[in-house]
C-alpha cells in the first residue's frame, strides 16, 4: 500500500500537467493560427481553375506610348547623417577583417555626409511595358568582389543570364550564400573566384551573406531588363531608354527601411505628385526624348527614425 | 487513498471538459496559415487576404482528411488517400491515415514542423512548407527526388529524433513520400500567394484588390503559372543528382598505404585555406569553429523577432519626438495596432537555435554515412545550412581525399576532448 502510494501521487500530478498542457498548449493556439478555408468558395475555386476558362479570354495590356526618355535623380538625406559604426568582428581571421586593427564601418545608411546623398537605394522599374534595344539584357560575367571581409558591392544589380564572378580578394576563405531562387552557397577559395549563373528574377533584393564571416551582408538584384539603378555615394541614380508617353511604375527599395520588405516610402509633396505608394513604388509618364529629373528629400522617418 | 482516487478520476474529467469546451476537438484538423510570413512584411498581409489564400489552396490541394489535387500537380491521388486523414485500418488490414499514425506529432497537421512534440526536439523537426531538405542527393538549390525522400523515411536521421520507417510495408513508404511532396508544394504555393498579394494587391484609393481567381481569369493563369513553376521544380530534381565520375571514385580494395595517402591529402585540404572545413568545423573537427549563423528555417523566425524589437523602439523613439502632428501621433498608434498581431505570432515560436557545425569525430552522419553522401556534402553544402559546398573549385579526386580524411576523423587515435594538433594548426597558420 505505502509503497504504490506514491505511484498515484504522481498520477494525480500528471493528470494535472495533463490538464495544464491541455489549457495551455492545445487551446492557446486557436489565437493566432490564422484563418480556416472556406470549404464552398475553396470549391468554386478549385472548379474554376480546372474548368481552365473562369470568365473570359486575358486581355494582353496594350502598350500607348512611343520614344524613349531618362530618368534621374537624386535621394538626399533629411537631418544630421547617422554614423556607421564598426562591423563586428570577431573570430579567427581578425587581422584579414581588421587590418591594423581598424574594421570596415558598416553599411545599413550610407549617407555623404557633404551633399547628404543617400547610396545604395534601389531603383527599378516592375514591369516594362516596352523595352529598348539599349536596355535588353545582358550576358556577360560580373565581377563581385569582397575583401577586408566585405562584399564590394553592397547593392549587385545584375540582369537574368549575366554570370556572377564571385571574387575572394582575402588572403582567407569566403564562402558566398545567396537566397532566394538563385540560391548559392559555395566556399571561395582565397584568392579565388568561382562563378554563378543568374536565371530567375527577384521583385525585391536578396540577401547574400558569408557564414564563416556572419557579418558580411550584401544584396543581390536579378532583374530581366537593364531598368535598373543603384545609387551612388551621392545619392544619385540614372535609368536611360525608358518607354515614354506611358506609365511606368518604379520600385525603390533600401535595406535599412522599416518593415522586411525594404520599400522606401516617402510622404512629401513631391512624392504625392509621383502617387508614392506604401509599397515604396511611384509612378512617371515621361515625354519623349525628355530628360526628367527628381530630386527627392528622404526624412529619417523613412528608415523609422 | 480513496480521496486520492478521487482526485485523480475529478481532475481527468475537468482534462476532458476542457478539451472538448475549451478547443473544439470536433472540429476536424485543418491546415494553417504561415503566419510569420503573413505577419512579417511592411506590408502585412490583411486578415481578409489571409483568407483568400486559405480558400485558394484549399481550392488546389483540399483539406488534410480530404486531399484534392489537380492533375497538373503530378501527385498521386490514391496514394494520399492512404497517407491523409485519421489513422485506421479496414477489415483487410490496410492501414490508412498514416501521416496522422506516424508523423504528425512532430511535423504538424500543415507540415510547419510544429507539432505537439516539435517544441521539445533537438534539433526541430523539419518544416516542409519552404521545399528545403537538407538530406538529398541533389545540388543545393534543387529539390529533392523520391529517391532522397525514400532513404530518409527508411534510414531514418541519425543524430536527431527522426526514427526509421523501415518496417513499414513499401507502398506506405512510398504514400508517405507522396504526402510529403504533397505538403511541400502546398507551402511553396502558399508563399507564392503571399508574395503575389504583397507584390501586387492591396488597397488603392479606397479601393480593395482581391485574390480572387474565380471572378479574375487573369489571376487563375497566374495560380496556374506558379503551381507550374513548383512542379518544374520537383520533376527537375531527376536531372541535378550529383553524380561524380566512376574512375574518380575510391576503388573498394585499396591498400592502406593508399588509403592513408588520400586521407593525408584531405587532411591538408581540411585544414587549408582553399576548402576551410576547419572555420566551422573548428581546428579540432569537433564543430567547434563559428558557431555564429543560423538555419533558413531558424533565420526566418529570428528576423521576425528581430524586426519586431527593432519597430518596437522605433515607436518609442517616435513618442519621444517634439512637436507631434495629429497626423504623427495617428500614425504612431497604428504602428503600435499593427505589432499587436505580430507580438502574438511571436509568442507561439519556439527558441531560435544557431546552427551548429557537425563534430565530425562522432561517426554520426545525418544525411547518410556512405562515402557518396559525403561527398554530395561537400561538393553542394547543405541546403538550408549555412555549410557551403566547394564542388566548383576542388576537384573530385580531391574532394574523395577530403571524404576519407571526414570518414577517418572518428577513428583517429586521440586523447578526447580531442586538442588541435599542431600539424593541423601549422597547415592553418
Redesign the interface.
Known sequence: MLRSKPKHAFGAVHAAACAALLLTAGCQQSVSLGPVADEVAATKIREALLSGDGGGEVQAAESGGTGWATLKGRFVYEGTPPVMPAYDVKGGDMQVCSPGGVTPKQETLVVDPETGGIANIAVYVRKAPRVHESAQALTDSVLFDQKECVFLSHVFAINVGQTMAIKNSDPVGHNTNIEGKNAFNQTVPAGGTVEWPITKEEALPKAVRCSIHPWMLSYLLPRKDRYFAVTNEKGEFEIAYLPAGEDVELQVWHESAPGNSGAVVLKSPEAKELSWSSKGRFTVRLDPDSTKNLDLAVPSSAFGG | ?AN??R??VR??A??GL??SL???SSEPP????N?VA?T????TVA?DY??EI???????FG?PDHP?V?SETGLDQSLLDMAAGPAWSDDAGANYGLYRKHCVHCHGISGDGRG?TARFLNPYPRDYRPAVFKFKSTV??AQPTDDDLHRVLINGVPGTSMPSFALLPSGEVESLVEYVKYLSMRGQLETALT?FT??EL?V?DGERFALD??????Q??I??EMLAEIVEGWDAAGDQVIAPAEETAPLDDRSPQEIAQSVEAGRKLFYG????CY??HGPTGLGDG?Q??YH?WNKANK??MD?IA??EL?IQ??WEGDDLTKEDKDDLRAREEALV?RR??A??LYPVRNAIPRNLRQGVYRGGRRPIDVFRKIHT?I?GS????????LSEEQLWNIVDYVLSLPYEAASQPQRALAENIAEIN
Open positions: 487513498m486520492l482516487n482526485s485523480i481532475l481527468t475537468l482534462g476542457l478539451f475549451g478547443c473544439g485543418a491546415f494553417r496559415l503566419m503573413m512579417s512584411g511592411e506590408v486578415e489571409q483568407q486559405a480558400n485558394v489552396l484549399d481550392g488546389v483539406t484534392r489537380i505537439p543545393n538549390a508574395n504583397n507584390d492591396g488603392d481567381p474565380l471572378n479574375d481569369p487573369e487563375g493563369e495560380i496556374k585555406k582553399q576548402a576551410n572555420t566551422c563559428q555564429d549563423d533558413v528576423l521576425f524586426e527593432n519597430e522605433r523613439e517616435g498581431a502574438e505570432v509568442s507561439t553544402g541546403a549555412p555549410m557551403p559546398g566547394i564542388g566548383t573549385t
